[in-house]
């Protein structure tokens, strides 16, 4: 479901959150300009006026085609948070899954002199020097989720955190086997496709979190991203272990298909725990059953890079921040979704 490229594993500025970030983010950027006297900070005052028009700027937006339900999440959140503000005219090429259609869509918004770039490119290497040619072109490119490997190609990247969804999920399955009291749970693994680095930070992140509790993985096999890889993957595994205390699933899109062998088979003695925060998800941890849990990589993150765009290309920075400028880099953390707190995720949700 998630990009086929490697994700930074730097840990860059916190926001709060992948969920919260992108509902947030606003009242977090509203700072000051180059021509304001003093920061926010040195005058004594926190928040301002940075979502009243400013300076007109039109911002580029290029992304990958929307063969997936979290991918077709994330343009529609650059579009709706562009809409909001008056100053801000919304440039998007046509989303497409070929590389080379990609990079002369992003050369067509660098003839057309945007103020600045949003782009989540197809694969960062293979965009890296279309990006380079934007930023020598004075052009501010923000780089979402997939990391463009230059960093002169990119003035801020904002993106989720892989490790940290295993960790989350660890620390999830964990504590809840070892308050059951359980003493060598069969913990079980559903993952993206395992060559990947994006999914390789995953699982290190979960059997990291889950020896801090003594536990390990028992089993686990790579889906595809899809609801018919995660359908059959689950299947298999549900066949060769006869007793599960725990299952995690990297991605809720795969997830549909994993829940589907799961109900069809009966099984109920287990506990899963799911990948991204959609809202078909959200709706089975809502209603009970052997879902209860899922750990945040919220396509919302494209909202927080439109209103980073256009704090960069109306030079303002972040009066939750000291210094004058939007940082270099924003690594938005991966929260745990469970019964307790999912009406307020819910409206933030994306469908699979």
Known sequence: MRDHTPRPSRRGVLLGGAVVAAGTLAAACTGNSEDDPAPAAQAGTLGGDNDKPGTPVTLGFSAPAADHGWIAAIAKNAEAQAKKYPDVTFKPVEPTNDINQQISAVESLIRAKVGALVILPNDGEQLNQVARKAMDAGIPVVNLDRVFPDKLSYRTWIGGDNYGMGVSAGHYVGKKLKDKGVSDPVIVEIQGIATLPLTQDRSKGFADALKSYGFSVTAKQDAKFTVESGNQVASNLLRAHKK?????????????????????????EFFM?????????????KAGGVLEATVTYSPTMAASAIKLGRLIAQGKGMA??????????????SETITKDNVDRYMPLGFES
């Open 273 to 285: 725990v799911g990948g991204a925060g959609s809202a078909n998800a959200m709706r089975e941890i």
């Open 320 to 333: 939750d921040l000291v210094e004058r400028q939007a940082p270099q880099s924003i690594t938005l953390a």
């Open 244 to 268: 599960i205390d725990a299952l995690w699933n990297h991605d809720d899109d795969q997830g549909v298909g994993v829940l589907a062998a799961i109900k069809q088979s009966g099984r109920k």
